[in-house]
């Protein structure tokens, strides 16, 4: 079984469209929890962290149950821009980020 | 947020021959830098943990002697592909934690292109 998987899509959205990804991760010891975002040939970057309560950042919310090992992000409200690979990244510590394929995302008009 | 800078960001060079990548903490201090790869369509994948002044740590199939990593300071890690190879070929990238955030965020480096003709 992999360390974190994900549905690789493409999810192809129009403007406005809510979208979820879900994540499932193997290590029941990790203990941080990240949603990055990667565009096409560049670098990924930090979306937001995941906690155990849930979080919120604008149009963004991801959630996290520890017990079935598995990770959300929804995305409400979809633009264009939003337009995107997202990469399900987990953390145990004293170990480097373990990343997941990703899910693509297109939003179209 | 901190700031990882990383060169070049694209080689093109002849099989046989020798890559060296650089990367940078711009405004922190980094005593573990991680390298990574990423090939088309697929996740990245860790290639080894930079030390500071001690030994890289190597993820289980990759070639220490073919990937030389040099931690020699705290703010610069470098990864040489040695001899490298048309299957070389890949998004390398780097990446660093600021410790003193302690966030646990990684912050990455723009990432470099090689071709391996």
């Known amino acids: 079984r992999k360390e974190v998987e994900q549905d690789p899509g493409p999810f192809n959205v129009p403007e406005g469209a809510t979208v979820a990804f879900n994540c499932t991760y193997s290590n029941s010891a990790s203990q941080s929890f990240f949603w990055y975002r990667q565009d096409c040939r560049k670098e990924p970057k930090l979306l937001m962290s995941v906690y155990s309560s849930g979080n919120e950042d604008g149009r963004f919310t991801a959630q996290l149950n520890r017990a079935s090992q598995y990770i959300s992000l929804l995305i409400r409200d979809s633009k264009l821009s939003d337009s995107a690979t997202y990469l399900c990244v987990v953390n145990t510590a004293g170990t480097a980020l373990i990343f997941g394929k990703g899910t693509t995302l297109s939003v179209s008009s | ?117």
């Not at chain 2, 996740?43 to 001690?54: C, Q, R, V």
């Not at chain 2, 990593?69 to 390398?92: C, G, K, R």
């Open chain 2, 1 to 117: 947020g901190a700031v990882v800078s990383q060169h070049p960001s694209r080689v093109i060079c002849k099989s046989g021959t020798s890559v060296k990548i650089e990367c940078r903490s711009l405004d922190f201090q980094a005593t573990t830098m991680f390298w990574y790869r990423q090939f088309p369509k697929q996740s990245l994948m860790l290639m080894a943990t930079s030390n500071e002044g001690s030994k890289a740590t190597y993820e289980q199939g990759v070639e220490k002697d073919k990937f030389l990593i040099n931690h020699a300071s705290l703010t610069l890690s470098t990864l040489t592909v040695t001899s490298a190879h048309p299957e070389d070929s890949s998004f390398y990238i780097c990446s660093a934690r600021d410790l003193q955030t302690n966030t646990g965020e990684l912050f990455f480096g723009e990432g470099s292109r090689l071709t391996v003709l």
